[in-house]
């Protein structure tokens, strides 16, 4: 008997994390992937469905210029019910916490169709940080049959919440599944002037990320004043800033910090370029939570542009520090970084905390032995 399995992905953290585990589901006889894509980030999703290859069987294509939660619930609970009823799956995987993947499961929920979360038991314990993602994720757990946290401490999340440990199954992440396999390819950066930059070893590069809804306003203009100060106080280190098109990201970066001869604000690279730029960064400051799990790999110091993190263990470890968008605790810990060798290498170390490249062949397994065919 062979399989149907629902794969949801909407933005380009899912597809990051979900290309291992389509991958590895195509090389079993008795799974059918069925990938259906929200569409719920457009151009950013689909550079990433390039870059792996992601034959994507249905696009709900969703996106519409500054959406709003409820359009992308209705859209995607739309869409996806529809899809549901029509091929009746086995299972439908989700990954991790954006609103897409909450959708899918719970379509699939109301149908009685098994979930399995890939990256669950993450926690911040406040549902506001990150906004919606902390719901997103608590409610995904709620209702999945089969739970993947990456670590202990999220195993540790669901045990606290009553999930019955019979579900869950540390896997590690995905996400450095995916890593491990862009590294290996060792490719240039595919942008010819952004290549010939970074490839200057003299050069000390800062990569920064930062979109997170929770920040918009007054957090994220004072993150701006921050970085402009450090860009002046520093002016042999070269900022760079892929920003997000989110006008209220883009919109706000572009006025603070235009026109400053050591800050480059491209658009969002393709996956692959930026795991390029992460490997020739000297420090990350990011709100991402995929960065937080990947740059340690690389042995990349990040801060961390929020006041909570669902990912505690890069900061127990030491390759993390917590800034939030405060101006005052990224001067100084940007600082200690660029003035304090001996931090430096402290912090800069290469270390395998969410997973060793192997997450999605233990989670396709569960899944066959969850259907019997194992």
Not at 54 to 74: A, E, F, G, H, P
Not at 143 to 159: C, D, E, M, R, V
């Amino acid at each position: 008997m062979t399989h149907k399995i629902f794969l949801i992905i909407g933005t380009r953290p899912d597809a990051i994390k979900m290309a291992p585990v389509i991958r590895e589901i195509k090389m079993q006889s008795v799974l059918e992937p069925i990938v259906v894509a929200t569409a719920q980030h457009r151009e950013m999703l689909d550079q990433v469905l390039k870059v792996f290859d992601i034959k994507v069987d249905y696009d709900l294509n969703i996106m519409r210029s500054n959406q709003s939660l409820d359009n992308i619930t209705i859209s995607a609970l739309d869409g996806i019910a529809k899809l549901l009823d029509k091929y009746k799956p086995s299972m439908t995987v989700v990954q991790g916490d954006t609103t897409s993947s909450f959708v899918g499961g719970l379509a699939s929920f109301y149908r009685k169709i098994p979930i399995a979360h890939v990256e669950a038991g993450l926690r911040t314990n406040d549902l506001f940080h990150p906004f919606p993602e902390e719901a997103n994720r608590r409610l995904l757990d709620a209702i999945s049959q089969l739970l993947f946290p990456p670590t202990k401490i999220a195993l540790q999340n669901l045990q606290a919440e009553n999930v019955p440990i019979e579900k869950c199954f540390i896997t590690g992440n995905t996400a450095i599944d995916s890593l491990m396999w862009i590294i290996n390819q060792k490719k240039p950066i595919s942008i010819p002037e952004l290549e010939k930059i970074t490839s200057d070893k003299s050069k000390r590069i800062i990569v920064i990320t930062a979109h997170r809804r929770e920040s918009f306003g007054a957090p994220f203009l004072e993150f701006i004043a921050a970085i402009r100060e450090l860009s002046k106080g520093f002016p042999d280190v070269l900022i760079i800033y892929p920003v997000h098109l989110n006008p209220n990201v883009d919109d706000p970066v572009r006025s603070g910090l235009s026109g400053i001869d050591n800050i480059l604000l491209p658009k969002p690279l393709g996956y692959a370029d930026f795991v390029t730029l992460m490997n020739r960064a000297y420090f990350i400051l990011t709100d991402s939570g995929g960065i937080q799990e990947e740059a340690p790999v690389l042995g990349k110091p990040v801060l961390v542009l929020r006041d909570v993190t669902e990912r505690p263990e890069a900061v127990e470890a030491g390759a993390a520090k917590i800034v939030g968008m405060h101006r005052d605790k990224i001067l100084v810990e940007s600082r200690k970084l660029l003035l304090d060798d001996q931090e430096y290498r402290k912090i800069a170390q290469k270390r395998f905390i969410y997973g060793d490249g192997k997450a999605s062949k233990r989670i396709v397994k569960k899944i066959m032995k969850y259907l019997g065919d194992s």
